[in-house]
Each structure stands twice: as structure tokens, then as C-alpha cells.
């Protein structure tokens, strides 16, 4: 039984929405994807977003979308890959919660990423890719409170990510 979130956080095509769907399904507790949030709450696609009201808006929208998950019942979330870049996104997710770094191989997230679904990548390359890996990379290791690393497929990072979770609702469970 979770006591507080799981937030998941880590770079486009890490895990983050298809390990976290599974794992809230498994616990029986909901998954919020803040993205999506976002895009349900303005009737608009998060490309569309980005384009017309721009990524400093978007940043604004996760830390509301964040604030408004403080309020209500434990829950697994997927954050956009920029969320740790705004402090008070990470103070939000401390303080209510559990930070689990998804960490993939950065080949891995090469062969896999759709550039054409990803905002801060549209028009990008591969190289693009990379920089940005290598400018969040710290953020996503200083923001977490574990690393799980999925570089072995995802039936193992989904096992993987259900141990992990067990052992801090049992942490939780002791504190509380």
C-alpha cells in the first residue's frame, strides 16, 4: 500500500509511461502522466503547447499539475523530462513523494525515440538528443531518491521497478 507518490523521472524514452501505466495497474492505485495532464486540461496537444504558448508556460502548467497532485490520494507519475529543471518541481515531489530516476542507456533511448513526439526535440537530431541527455542527466541523479536502471527490456525494469516500490512502501510503512 503506497503512503505517498512515486514520481518517475528521466529522460523521453526511458520507461517512464510504459513501466509507470503497469505498475499503478499492478498496485491498484491511479497513473497520472503530467504531459498528458496538462494537455487534458487545455484541450491542447503538448506539441501544440510548446508552439503556441511556449516551454516557460509548460513549466508553469507541470508545477500546477504537481501542486494539484499534493491534494489527493497516492498515485504513480510519469513527469515530462523537464520537470526536475524547475526547483520548486523537485521540492513539490520531495515533499509528497518518492523519486525514482529511470535510467536507460542513451543508445537505447536513440533507436527507440519518436523526435516528431517530443516538443523540445521536434526538427531535432540525434545529436540534439544527446546534449540534452547530457545537460538533464544530473538533475534526474541529484532529484532521486533511487536509480532504477532500465537497460535490460522492460519485463525486467517492470520486476525491477515492483521490488523497488515494495521496499519503500515497506520503508513507509515502518516510518508511518
Do not use: W
Not at 22 to 49: E, H, K, W
Not at 121 to 148: C, F, K, P
Amino acid at each position: 500500500m503506497l503512503h505517498d507518490h512515486i514520481f518517475l523521472v528521466g529522460m523521453a524514452g526511458c520507461g517512464k509511461t510504459s513501466l509507470g501505466q503497469r505498475l499503478a495497474q499492478n498496485l491498484g492505485v491511479p497513473f497520472v502522466d503530467t504531459d498528458q495532464r496538462i494537455s487534458d486540461i487545455l484541450s491542447m496537444s503538448v506539441n501544440d503547447i510548446y508552439s503556441t504558448l511556449g516551454e516557460d508556460f509548460f513549466r508553469i502548467a507541470e508545477t500546477a499539475v504537481l501542486a494539484e497532485l499534493a491534494g489527493v490520494a497516492p498515485c504513480v507519475v510519469s513527469t515530462g523530462e523537464g520537470t526536475v529543471l524547475v526547483k520548486e518541481n523537485i521540492t513539490l515531489m520531495q515533499n509528497h513523494g518518492t523519486i525514482i530516476f529511470i535510467d536507460r542507456p542513451l543508445d537505447q533511448i536513440l533507436s527507440d525515440i519518436k523526435m516528431d513526439r517530443r516538443p523540445t526535440l521536434r526538427g531535432g537530431t540525434h545529436e540534439d538528443v544527446i546534449s540534452q541527455y547530457s545537460a538533464r542527466i544530473g538533475y534526474y541523479r541529484s532529484a532521486a531518491d533511487y536509480r532504477l536502471d532500465n537497460s535490460h527490456g522492460y519485463q525486467y525494469g517492470l520486476y525491477a521497478l515492483s521490488e523497488l516500490v515494495a521496499h519503500i512502501a515497506d520503508r513507509q510503512e515502518v516510518i508511518a
